[in-house]
């Protein structure tokens, strides 16, 4: 059974930085796209950004592109999210999740979550 657990979350100022990470277990790591969604309050859960399964293609959503950067390390089941220029509107709970093929899908579809890390932006 796939287990994805988050942390680094926390509550940082605008234009600082933080670092997520996932650490996954229940199958390869090393087969298998992994991403990053975000859900802010009364908001629906947003695609973020995600990484194939050598970390060679990666994809971003626009709003965070240039500022976000997500990475993997297959030796230790983990993929990161670092996030810098933080602005109030990444304000959320983040979320890790594990893709059912080793490329990222078109339509972002996915069956598996963590229980997500709160990351709070202060103006």
């Known amino acids: 059974q796939v287990q994805l657990v988050e942390s680094g979350g926390g509550l940082v100022k605008a234009g600082g930085s933080l670092r997520l990470s996932c650490a996954a277990s229940g199958r390869a790591f090393r087969r298998y796209a992994m991403g990053w969604f975000r859900q802010a309050p009364g908001k629906e859960r947003e695609f973020v950004a995600a990484i194939n399964w050598s970390g060679g293609i990666t994809y971003y959503a626009d709003s965070v592109k240039g500022r976000f950067t997500i990475s993997r390390d297959n030796a230790k089941n983990t993929v990161f999210l670092q996030m810098s220029s933080l602005k109030p509107e990444d304000t959320a709970v983040y979320y890790c999740?594990?893709?059912?093929?080793?490329?990222?899908?078109?339509?972002?579809?996915?069956?598996?979550w963590g229980q997500g890390t709160q990351v709070t932006v202060s103006s």
């Open positions: 999740t594990q893709f059912d093929s080793d490329y990222v899908p078109r339509n972002r579809y996915t069956d598996y």
